[in-house]
């Protein structure tokens, strides 16, 4: 079965950093786009990035762009995604998301964006 698995999260100061990792399993990794979302507290969950199957294909939201970077590792079923310069309004459960079948959906890691 598919799973997706986040890692990463946790509490940073403001202006700091977090990497946060999906390890995938149960399908062709390599074949399918994968996804960064965010969902902050009493908000809609937002695509924040996106990476095609070969690592092309790279698009970010405006609130992102030029500070966070997606990447992915084929060989290691994963997907990275590098946070630099947070910002309190960066604070969201972050979920990788697999465009495979009708989706799935990684159980979330909490980031905390706070001094």
């Known amino acids: 079965q598919v799973q997706l698995v986040e890692s990463g999260g946790g509490l940073v100061q403001p202006g700091g950093s977090l990497r946060l990792s999906c390890a995938a399993s149960?399908?062709?990794?390599?074949?399918?786009?994968m996804s960064w979302y965010r969902q902050a507290p009493g908000k809609e969950r937002e695509l924040i990035a996106s990476?095609?199957?070969?690592?092309?294909?790279?698009n970010y939201a405006d609130s992102v762009k030029g500070r966070f970077t997606i990447s992915r590792d084929n060989a290691k079923n994963t997907v990275y995604l590098q946070m630099n310069s947070l910002k309190p309004e960066d604070t969201a459960v972050y979920y990788c998301?697999?465009?495979?079948?009708?989706?799935?959906w990684g159980q979330g890691t909490q980031v905390t964006v706070s001094s």
């Open positions: 149960g399908f062709t990794f390599r074949s399918y786009t």
């Open positions: 990476i095609g199957s070969t690592g092309g294909r790279i």
């Open positions: 998301r697999v465009s495979y079948s009708m989706g799935y």
